[in-house]
């Protein structure tokens, strides 16, 4: 097959069948099968790279030249960035052929993919029932796009959830690398201390030849890390006798539905028999990351969402009486309840009085959360535990209640405050409804994670 072929296959596949799922924010047809063309002449040349006229999706947070980039928001509705994100450069530079960009929750602020201002993306799992299902959030568009085969990949991001969250609600495999790993240049931001780019497939082995692509050092993100970049692909066939499984006791409590919990066992008595061994250990300061992310995450976006302001680019309100009022009904017009209720809480927490009580605690939490997972990683290879509290639930049913729908990542959220790469694995089926398995290594584990998931595949 050629890639214009290919190419054309899927974008019929999008017109035919994103209705039901609402996973696009934008299209770029002409683009792919421009690129798809001239992918195929690479290959004619000899010049093929493995990822060479393959066809993707991008998350529409990541800047991409002159395509226009939302973020899934009314701020950004008409924005095409003069530049494209290092990462988005990366796969062109690999000859691969993007496909448009998928549907998110506004400014990566969400479990469920509800907040975006272009509508709510629906779980392909269960689509054609009258209640439908959240893919999870904020990448929902990406794992919805890949689970309905309308993209063989797409990359994601995830600040407290956002890959793993998503992929596990839509039985695919997304991969959170290590903080530092991939560069967020160009990919825009949230909350910057916990941002990290990463990548959605079916299987494991895609996710790893997108890794590739993705990850390594950028002089334009000052927390890049200049470290090598192994071949992720070469070591999926490693056997895993002798790995060691910590199995986290704060992640198999009482949050947790027994049908989940004994899918989760299920699936680790498989990676028994594939010669791992299991031990139970603690994080104990675990039960406080949900309140620490909502302070670290709301007050990095606070300072990071003050550059939408009428002014520089962006949504502009109409008629502004004065500078104060175009700032005021910029922001008040442009900005969802979800994104206006983070800035609210970021700013009260930075704000003087209440710094120490509030951000400079949080930071001290996170860092005795590091920590616990340091500890942990003295004894195990892997961590693992289920990414959810419960599979994919009804459309509506948390939106009035953000405290309830911030739980969704409490198994996720931890990982992000330490930095740590994480992945969520396709463990079977509850209620008919897939289940994701978490496998959590220590830094710069990321080939370890990608060969545990593949031998589970
Ligand atoms: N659900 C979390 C939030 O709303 C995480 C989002 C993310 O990882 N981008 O902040």
């Not at 240049?185 to 497939?201: E, K, N, P, R, V």
């Not at 680019?313 to 009486?321: A, D, I, M, S, V």
Request: aromatic share 8%; charged share 20%; with cysteine.
């Amino acid at each position: 097959t050629s890639s214009v072929e290919l190419t054309q296959q899927f974008l019929d596949r999008i017109k035919n069948e994103d209705s039901k799922y609402n996973s696009f924010i934008t299209v770029t047809e002409e683009q792919a099968l421009a690129d798809a063309k001239a992918a195929d002449q690479q290959r004619s040349a000899g010049n093929a790279t493995p990822w060479t006229g393959i066809p993707f999706a991008h998350k529409d947070i990541f800047c991409t030249n002159g395509v226009r980039t939302t973020c899934g928001s009314r701020m950004l509705e008409n924005f095409a960035p003069p530049y494209d994100a290092t990462v988005t450069e990366n796969f062109r530079k690999a000859g691969a052929v993007c496909l448009g960009k998928t549907n998110m929750d506004e400014f990566a602020m969400g479990s469920s993919n509800e907040s975006s201002h272009f509508g709510p993306v629906t779980n392909p799992w269960g689509a054609g029932n009258d209640q439908k299902r959240v893919p999870g959030g904020s990448s929902g568009g990406s794992a919805a796009a890949v689970a309905a085969h309308l993209v063989p990949a797409a990359t994601a991001t995830d600040t407290g959830g956002s890959i793993r969250q998503p992929a596990a609600l839509c039985g695919i495999t997304g991969l959170k690398p290590t903080y530092g790993r991939v560069s967020r240049y160009g990919m825009i931001a949230f909350a910057s201390s916990l941002d990290q780019g990463g990548t959605m497939a079916r299987t494991a082995e895609d996710n790893a030849l997108m890794l590739n692509v993705m990850a390594g050092f950028d002089p334009k993100d000052s927390t890049s890390i200049d470290r090598e970049v192994p071949d992720y692909t070469a070591t999926l066939n490693e056997p895993l006798k002798g790995l060691r499984i910590g199995l986290p006791r704060e992640y198999f409590s009482d949050q947790l539905t027994p049908a989940m919990e004994a899918q989760i066992r299920a699936a680790i008595r498989e990676y028994e028999k594939l010669g791992a061994t299991v031990k139970d250990v603690s994080l104990p300061n675990a039960n406080l990351a949900i309140a620490a992310y909502y302070v670290i995450a709301p007050a990095e976006a606070s300072a990071n969402l003050s550059r939408f302001d009428g002014v520089r680019y962006g949504y502009r309100c109409e008629n502004p009486k004065d500078l104060m009022d175009l700032y005021t009904r910029t922001r008040a017009e442009g900005f969802g309840t979800e994104v206006k209720r983070r800035i609210l809480v970021g700013t009260y927490a930075l704000s003087h009085g209440y710094y120490d009580a509030y951000y400079l605690k949080a930071q001290k939490v996170r860092r005795l959360i590091q920590q616990d997972f340091a500890n942990a990683f003295k004894d195990v290879d892997v961590l693992m535990s289920p990414v959810t509290p419960s599979p994919a639930f009804v459309q509506g049913e948390k939106t009035n209640d953000p405290v309830t729908m911030y739980l969704e990542d409490i198994f996720t959220i931890a990982v992000n405050l330490a930095g740590l790469p994480a992945m969520s694995v396709p463990a079977g089926f509850m209620d008919g409804l897939p289940v994701g398995l978490q496998i959590i290594g220590d830094h710069f584990a990321e080939a370890r994670l990608l060969n545990a998931a593949h031998q589970f595949q």
